[in-house]
Antibody, heavy 121, light 110 residues
Framework: EVRLVESGGGLVQPGGSLRLSCAASEFTFSSYWMTWVRQAPGKGLEWVATIKQDGSENYYVDSVKGRFTISRDNPKNSLFLQMNSLRVEDTAVYYCARGLFYTSYGGWGYWGQGTLVTVSS | QSALTQPRSVSGSPGQSVTISCTGT?????????VSWNQQHPGKAPKLMIYDVSKRPSGVPDRFSGSKSGNTASLTISGLQAEDEADYYCSSYTGSYTWVFGGGTKLTVL
């Protein structure tokens, strides 16, 4: 069964940095696009970033461009989100997600349990 | 990258049918057949219920169905059950490898 386990969340001050990780197992990690989605407390879901299979192409929501970097380590079956210049509005549960197919445009069939990032002074 | 528009809440009695709408634009829902619907229970991760407008992942009951007309997508749940009470989020591909979600709809089973 596909398994995605996020880690790295925590409390950080505005302007600080944090690196999230997502450990993937039970599927061929290098064959799939991978995505980060976040959810602010009591709010809706927001797509954050997607990375293609070999990591050569990355895409971001406008609000995190230039501050966040999505990356992956295929031999280690790991996905990352480097978050710099964090703002209070980045406070959210961050989910790692995978589509049903290698290149899924129409939805994410597998989700991790999420990791909470709190940006506060 | 404006959020898709969903009603804040809908409700129905057990056994009834409910439909949740998701309105976008000609640049997202209207342009691509890549709409999905996710169910989320409190404190849990989202679960994919519909992908590519109307397809159901393995294991999702056929009580859940999706459709699209123009810039509006819809999720219909027939034969409502207590366990269907949850938040539902639509999402759409918006081109250039970007996606957008709706604001979410809280479904109450009366």
């Amino acid at each position: 069964e596909v398994r995605l386990v996020e880690s790295g969340g925590g409390l950080v001050q505005p302007g600080g940095s944090l690196r999230l990780s997502c450990a993937a197992s039970e599927f061929t990690f290098s064959s799939y696009w991978m995505t980060w989605v976040r959810q602010a407390p009591g709010k809706g879901l927001e797509w954050v970033a997607t990375i293609k299979q070999d990591g050569s192409e990355n895409y971001y929501v406008d609000s995190v461009k230039g501050r966040f970097t999505i990356s992956r380590d295929n031999p280690k079956n790991s996905l990352f989100l480097q978050m710099n210049s964090l703002r209070v509005e980045d406070t959210a549960v961050y989910y790692c997600a995978r589509g049903l197919f290698y290149t899924s445009y129409g939805g994410w069939g597998y989700w991790g349990q999420g990791t909470l990032v709190t940006v506060s002074s | 990258q404006s959020a898709l528009t969903q009603p804040r809440s809908v409700s129905g009695s057990p056994g009834q049918s409910v439909t949740i709408s998701c309105t976008g634009t000609s640049s997202d829902i209207g342009a691509y057949n890549y709409v999905s619907w996710n169910q989320q229970h409190p404190g849990k991760a989202p679960k994919l219920m519909i992908y590519d407008v109307s397809k159901r992942p393995s294991g999702v009951p056929d009580r859940f169905s999706g459709s699209k007309s123009g810039n509006t997508a819809s999720l219909t749940i027939s034969g409502l059950q207590a366990e269907d009470e949850a938040d539902y989020y639509c999402s759409s591909y918006t081109g250039s490898y970007t996606w957008v979600f709706g604001g979410g709809t809280k479904l109450t089973v009366l």
